[in-house]
């Protein structure tokens, strides 16, 4: 884990997943613009080859968690971008709704860090659609397509040691991915918040805040009870 560096606005963190000895990593969202390659750095720092990482995953398209995605190919051009296709579509064809979610928070984030408008237009490697299995890095991951905080949003479940990456469809201390944006829906985020319930999850890997080492039994679904209310 690379954690997030929030400044004006909130940065993701960004995990590195695979056996480091495999030498076929996966870097989980690159993060906010400008802290590409900071994050770049820290990974040289804990001794890792820059030429293990082989791919870039998407957990979704958010501003605050693609951001850094240039910064980071600069580094790493070899890498393959995976994202699912509800988001992987629109970035080939420069719709750039599914980062910015607003068109007054599109405003703000180009006047704030001087982005020009189709900046958002990437080559996709891999469109995932969430089913797929993924033995990727001497390990097994699962991907589980979750809506509903955005069209693609992805969970990776690595089941052995019970961890979860949901992007930002669910944090640590009850709380959820805001469902107010272009694509989000909170009828939906519910479905996929139910999804994750039935998952057995002792590590929650989330895009912000804390992660969570000894996830208590029945943690989700106690999130969406809290959260149903208002998923309608």
């Known amino acids: 884990m690379i954690p997030g560096q929030d400044e004006m606005m909130p940065d993701s963190h960004t995990y590195l997943i695979g056996h480091p000895s495999s030498k076929d990593l996966s870097l989980i969202d690159p993060g906010l613009v400008g802290k590409g390659n900071d994050k770049?750095?820290?990974?040289?720092?804990?001794g890792i080859e820059l030429e293990d990482i082989r791919r870039v995953i998407m957990t979704?398209?958010?501003?605050?968690?693609?951001g850094a995605l240039s910064e980071i190919q600069k580094r790493i051009p070899w890498?393959?971008?995976?994202?699912?296709?509800?988001e992987g579509d629109p970035l080939e064809l420069g719709d750039e709704r599914s980062v910015y979610g607003m068109e007054m928070f599109q405003q703000i984030c180009q006047m704030q860090y001087k982005i020009k408008g189709g900046s958002f237009r990437f080559?996709?490697?891999?469109k995932l659609k969430g089913?797929?299995?993924?033995?990727i890095g001497g390990m097994t991951w699962d991907v589980i397509h979750i809506p509903g905080h955005s069209l693609g949003s992805i969970g990776l479940y690595y089941a052995p040691e019970k961890a979860l990456i949901p992007g930002d469809v669910i944090y640590a201390d009850h709380a959820i991915g805001r469902?107010?944006?272009?694509?989000?829906?909170?009828?939906?985020?519910?479905e996929s918040l139910m999804r994750l319930s039935e998952l057995d999850v002792a590590i929650l890997l989330p895009?912000?805040?804390?992660?969570?080492?000894?996830?208590?039994?029945?943690?989700?679904?106690?999130?969406?009870?809290?959260?149903?209310?208002?998923?309608?």
């Open 131 to 135: 089913g797929e299995i993924l033995k």
């Open 123 to 126: 080559r996709i490697d891999r």
């Open 60 to 66: 979704h398209t958010h501003f605050d968690h693609i």
């Open 40 to 46: 770049i750095d820290s990974i040289l720092k804990m």
């Open 179 to 190: 469902f107010d944006l272009y694509g989000a829906d909170g009828t939906v985020l519910k």
């Open 79 to 86: 890498a393959e971008l995976w994202v699912h296709q509800a």
């Open 207 to 232: 895009g912000h805040n804390r992660t969570v080492t000894k996830l208590p039994a029945g943690y989700i679904l106690e999130t969406l009870q809290h959260w149903e209310p208002f998923l309608t």
